[in-house]
């Protein structure tokens, strides 16, 4: 996974409250096996007219926002499925921070799988940077992770929250699976622990009939 | 004395392995479901890492998503699109190479990962169950603390057998009362949806209490927290009772003998304490929840079918107002239309909320000697092997055929359309699956959510219907 430190670029702004998953990426693409290349059918029913050309309304397409790094967006960004599907077509576009006052907590957490760095900020807030994001090619924001903060057009900087270990991990790009292995003496022992307890959960799926 | 804790938190608290930062805990699974959909790059990492599957025995993988609904002997042979072809093969090749154990697309066995699970009792009150699907939460049914994770958490478990995870807070949905003839689980949760919204139970887990829920079947109830991620909650528990525990006896992976017996006693130490403190709470009384379709794109956008379409107009808020128009725009509905008057062209039972067999038999009860309106295409997709074969010994697929629906085998079908059963050219849909996004059943598909027996009035009126008019 790559760091996550500092990012400079533009933010577009996408005021769709309850974007969802679906939305983000299509149920029909899921079938790809692959977790590169996914941007082409990123937004697919709204970036795109039914011909394939490209919907010229659509954020995305207009000519500051193709290489949008940041977006900003609404309450309950990213609801519904739990496809990863959504965050990886995000980044093979370009996208490595969402903005918005709330996230649905799948999406949230598979966006920190992936390098992205999900900002929930206060509902006024993130009214002002909707406004700043519609600035086109000056709407360039700076997201500095190590010290939290989001620097506005005009170099205001507003501070935002997040939890001690997802910035770690960000900070430092660091893989969940080589942290938790680290920790295989203390999953070994919670196993006897577990097995003595309940003793029916262990080897039951191979048991059965 | 110690406090009193939840059902959520007693499950929580006995699997916490240890710290991993500042309120973020390594947890422990102990079944992970997995499917074709969002595995094969968690396999990909696995051997890219050199890793292997740590606890292949709490690992059962199934097809579900991208399989045909017909000709279902023809096995992974007979699935015609290349790309589900893929998928599938990827999956078999992937749990052979793992040892992970297996129900085969040709096997009674087979069925929507989310239906099988408690039906094989592999689902069992007090477990942590994952799975890479947001409808997971269904086992909640079963007093499991069950939740969707993305793929790179798939690939952790399959790793670890383990979860970093922050504890959720807790939320206390209170429905009392009987609930009116006509009325259903699916109806109750698209009331709670409607009531609370679609985030309203975002960092939460929900348990479902009072005693609409302890009424309710077992399959009711897996319906009901099937849709907890509808409204945003992480999870949906309903507190093991006698009927949780009567439901999973003798089921081919439940605990047997002495096991049996130990199991039983845990189990019945799990119910949330009396003066449990929940974070939030929302309460419905039965005997207003009428039979509930969606109007939108969005399962929060749901009213009684006896209503009719909102006006824009009348939401202050600008983006609220904007969802709602844009919703409209997509479904092609004006303000303030009568639900009932609105057609359908074509009807889906099935998916993982709602294709059980007691979904087959309310949705069998209406068709039963009516028939499928002109122009309507109904399918009948049973949730597994096992309940298809159940409704064949119930004459249940004789009443469905003779009443000019289609008969199909067990997957997830239409609910997402990954395989070849979807809306053609923007057709409306009355559906009895979860999500009613733009698009999930094909292109401007118009999705109508609603429950079985609603969905079989549908289809042999020919528009939305008020089942309690069909006797």
């Given at each position: 996974m790559d760091k996550f430190t500092e990012l400079t670029g533009v933010a577009a702004p996408l005021p769709i409250i309850n974007l969802d998953t679906d939305k983000i990426f299509p149920a029909i693409y899921l079938k790809t096996i692959k977790r590169t290349g996914l941007s082409q059918w990123l937004f697919q029913e709204i970036r795109f007219k039914p011909d394939g050309s490209e919907n010229p309304d659509f954020v995305l397409n207009q000519a500051p926002y193709r290489q949008a790094k940041i977006l900003v967006g609404a309450d309950n960004f990213g609801c519904g499925s739990s496809r990863e599907h959504a965050p990886w077509a995000l980044l093979d576009f370009g996208i490595r921070c969402v903005i918005a006052p709330s996230f649905a907590d799948i999406f949230y957490n598979n966006c920190f799988k992936n390098g992205i760095l999900p900002i929930a900020l206060p509902k006024e807030i993130c009214d002002e940077l909707m406004e700043d994001a519609k600035k086109g090619a000056n709407a360039v924001m700076t997201v500095d992770l190590e010290?939290?903060?989001?620097?506005?057009?005009?170099?205001?900087?507003?501070?935002?929250?997040?939890?001690?270990f997802r910035k770690h991990c960000l900070l430092n790009g660091l893989d969940d699976i080589g942290l938790t292995e680290q920790k295989s003496g203390d999953i070994g022992s919670y196993e006897k622990k577990a097995e003595l307890a309940r003793?029916?959960?262990?080897?039951?799926?191979?048991?059965?009939? | 004395m110690a406090q009193p804790r939840t059902l959520f938190d007693k499950i929580w608290d006995s699997h916490v392995i240890a710290p991993q930062g500042e309120g973020t805990y390594l947890i422990y699974i102990d079944l992970h479901l997995i499917h074709e959909v969002t595995t094969p790059q968690a396999f990909e990492g696995l051997k890219?890492?050199?890793?292997?599957?740590?606890?292949?025995?709490?690992?059962?993988?199934?097809?579900?998503?991208?399989?045909?609904?017909?000709?279902?002997a023809a096995g992974v042979a007979g699935i015609a699109e290349p790309d589900s072809l893929l998928q599938v093969q990827t999956l078999e090749r992937n749990v052979k190479e793992f040892g992970v154990p297996y129900f085969p697309i040709t096997s009674i066995d087979q069925g929507i990962v989310h239906v099988i699970g408690p039906e094989q009792g592999l689902s069992q009150p007090g477990m942590t169950i994952v799975c890479g699907d947001s409808h997971t939460a269904t086992h909640g049914a079963m007093g499991a603390l069950a939740f969707g994770i993305g793929t790179s958490e798939v690939e952790h478990v399959l790793a670890t057998q383990t979860l970093i995870q922050a504890p959720a807070k807790n939320m206390l949905i209170d429905v009392n009362g009987t609930l009116g003839t006509g009325v259903s689980p699916k109806d109750v949760i698209l009331a709670i949806i409607a009531k609370i919204g679609t985030a309203g139970g975002t960092g939460h887990v929900f348990e479902y209490a009072g005693s609409t829920f302890r009424d309710m079947s077992m399959e009711g109830r897996m319906t009901v927290c099937n849709m907890s991620i509808e409204a945003g909650a992480r999870a949906g528990l309903v507190a093991p009772d006698e009927k949780?525990?009567?439901?999973?006896?003798?089921?081919?992976?439940?605990?047997?003998?002495?096991a049996w017996e130990q199991a039983e006693a845990y189990w019945r130490t799990l119910p949330s304490d009396p003066g449990s403190k929940f974070d939030k709470e929302a309460h419905l009384d039965a005997k207003d929840i009428a039979p509930h379709v969606t109007w939108g794109t969005n399962p929060e956008q749901a009213a009684p079918v006896t209503g009719r379409v909102p006006d824009p107009a009348d939401e202050a808020d600008p983006l609220k107002r904007a969802?709602?128009?844009?919703a409209l725009q997509y479904m092609q509905l004006a303000p303030n239309t009568r639900l009932m008057d609105v057609p359908v062209q074509r009807?889906?039972?099935?998916?993982?909320?709602?294709?059980?067999?007691?979904?087959?038999r309310a949705a069998a009860a209406i068709a039963k000697g009516r028939k499928v309106a002109d122009g309507v295409t109904a399918l009948v997709v049973p949730g597994s092997g096992h309940v298809k074969h159940q409704a064949e010994e119930?004459?249940?697929?004789?009443?469905?055929?003779?009443?000019?629906?289609?008969?199909?085998?067990?997957?997830?079908?239409?609910?997402?359309s990954m395989n070849d059963d979807k809306a053609m050219n923007g057709e409306r849909v009355a559906t009895t699956s979860n999500r009613n996004f733009e698009g999930r059943q094909g292109k401007n598909a118009k999705s109508h959510l609603m429950g079985p027996a609603m969905a079989a009035a549908a289809a042999v009126t020919g528009h939305l219907a008020d089942v309690r008019d069909l006797g």
């Open positions: 010290n939290q903060t989001v620097s506005r057009p005009d170099g205001e900087k507003v501070h935002f929250e997040i939890d001690a003793p029916w959960q262990f080897g039951m799926t191979q048991k059965g009939r | 890219l890492a050199g890793r292997g599957v740590r606890r292949p025995d709490k690992t059962m993988a199934v097809a579900d998503h991208n399989i045909p609904t017909v000709n279902r949780t525990i009567a439901y999973v006896k003798g089921r081919p992976f439940a605990p047997k003998g002495a969802f709602i128009e844009r009807v889906f039972i099935g998916s993982c909320t709602n294709s059980r067999i007691e979904d087959l119930e004459g249940l697929d004789r009443i469905f055929v003779e009443a000019g629906f289609q008969w199909r085998d067990a997957g997830c079908s239409m609910c997402m």
